[in-house]
């Protein structure tokens, strides 16, 4: 069980709010499977790079998530035998869980041709029968102890929406016939937005700030607890940088010139051979973009994505700026609404900021495009994970990563929150990250 994963904190239920956690269940599974409706049984299975995982796995392990931290916990709590769904399914499809037990090594999903999809996707039925059953008992009042953990995997599921669709990008862009997810006229497609004016900075004073998750609704342990941070005066950017700017920076020489970059993002440069963002693509003098609706143009006013923290870092000295803390990105949010250019919208691609005016504060500050920060993942003032096995959830991780604010194209709505702490190492482009300038 999840101790303080959620405002339920233990206690029963009414029979109304189980009805409405069933409901949001029901449909965060149902949008997970939406999401694949177009993909050919092949697609399922293909592994592109040791940090992407196969289509099929996701769907699996989405679901062994329930059946081990939810299932298991509640035929026990009712001194019932538990049968898994497969003996050795919890094998294949743990991720880093070392407590609950050996796994199949990350780098090898890609070679389990067995089970296949629809067996995976008969695993997802036989778990969500069993969940089905389930609400009736905590409607009852049972099992009371295990609603901050069903909360904990509603939102799991929908991180894994979320990874689905970039390992499925990073899939396709490896395929020279260039593959579309979304079939017919792209959304984005032709889409400019106005002439964007230069880019404004909205001022903040400096000050003593409480940040971080302070109850009153879902939130991961690491966003915990809330807490005071002196931040001193600063300004962000009114929207995130563009293509358009990005490609200035390239134009500059700014992947020829190791005085903007880390020294860990200049060998990566070299090695890596970058000269542009992931899924940029030279035809002749000009940039195409490889997106889920296929191949196209750069956009030049669309949200630059795809770059690493190394690239924003460089990008951002180059224009003599920095990139924000954390702290900072989460001050200037927190009177903003959460919307944005979210999965469900469809888009399922950056859209242009619609600023032909002065700034009156930062905008777009959630959706489209992760935003990097210049603070490494690391634990807020007396944080504690969570009990149990889950709390190797996060906390094991604060370690080599950087952290990213804001969702992206796609991140679920409902997913995302002021204080979400997104994290990922320096290096890594295939996530839906952008930049946003301070100073």
Not at 234 to 253: H, I, K, Q
Request: aromatic share 12%; glycine share 8%.
């Amino acid at each position: 069980m999840v101790q303080g994963a959620g405002s339920a904190r233990g206690a029963a239920q009414s029979a109304e709010q189980v009805a409405e956690m069933a409901a949001r269940y029901e449909a965060i599974r149902a949008f997970t499977e939406s999401l694949c409706v177009t993909l050919q049984p092949e697609d399922y299975v293909v592994q592109s790079m040791p940090d992407a995982s196969p289509v099929k796995w996701h769907l699996a392990h989405t679901s062994w998530f329930f059946e081990t931290f939810v299932l298991e916990p509640a035929a026990r709590a009712r001194r019932a035998p538990f049968t898994s769904f497969h003996p050795r399914y919890g094998y294949l499809f743990n991720s880093y869980y070392v407590s609950v037990g050996a796994r199949h090594e990350r780098p090898q999903r890609g070679m389990l041709t067995r089970p296949s999809v629809e067996e995976v996707y008969e695993y997802r039925r036989h778990v969500d029968a069993a969940m089905r059953t389930l609400w009736g008992e905590l409607a009852d009042g049972a099992h009371a102890d295990l609603i901050a953990t069903i909360e904990v995997g509603l939102h799991h599921e929908q991180q894994h929406q979320e990874l689905l669709l970039t390992d499925v990008k990073h899939l396709f862009a490896q395929n020279p016939l260039r593959p579309a997810l979304r079939t017919g006229a792209s959304p984005a497609r032709g889409i400019s937005g106005p002439e964007l004016r230069p880019t404004d900075f909205s001022p903040f004073e400096e000050g003593l700030r409480s940040v971080g998750h302070g109850g009153g609704g879902f939130a991961f342990d690491n966003e915990s607890p809330r807490h005071r941070t002196f931040v001193e005066a600063f300004a962000l950017a009114d929207r995130p940088m563009t293509n358009g700017e990005y490609l200035s920076f390239m134009a500059a020489g700014g992947y020829r010139r190791p005085e903007l970059w880390l020294s860990e993002g200049w060998d990566a440069v070299q090695k890596q051979g970058w000269e542009a963002p992931l899924y940029w693509e030279r035809e002749g003098d000009h940039w195409q973009v490889f997106t889920l609706h296929g191949l196209r143009e750069i956009a030049p006013s669309e949200p630059v994505c795809h770059v690493s923290f190394y690239e924003a870092d460089a990008c951002a000295r180059w224009a003599g700026a920095r990139l924000p803390t954390e702290m900072e990105w989460e001050v200037a949010a927190e009177s903003a609404l959460v919307q944005g250019n979210f999965a469900e919208s469809g888009w399922l691609n950056p859209r242009p900021t619609q600023v032909d005016e002065p700034a009156r504060g930062p905008r777009a500050m959630f959706g489209d495009v992760w935003e990097w920060t210049a603070s490494a993942y690391l634990p807020y003032p007396g944080y504690q994970a969570w009990a149990g096995s889950l709390g190797e959830y996060n906390g094991k991780f604060m370690s080599g990563q950087m952290v990213l604010r804001g969702g992206s194209c796609f991140t679920p709505a409902s997913h995302m929150r002021t204080t979400y702490r997104n994290f990922f190492p320096p290096s890594a482009r295939w996530q839906a990250s952008g930049i946003r300038l301070a100073r």
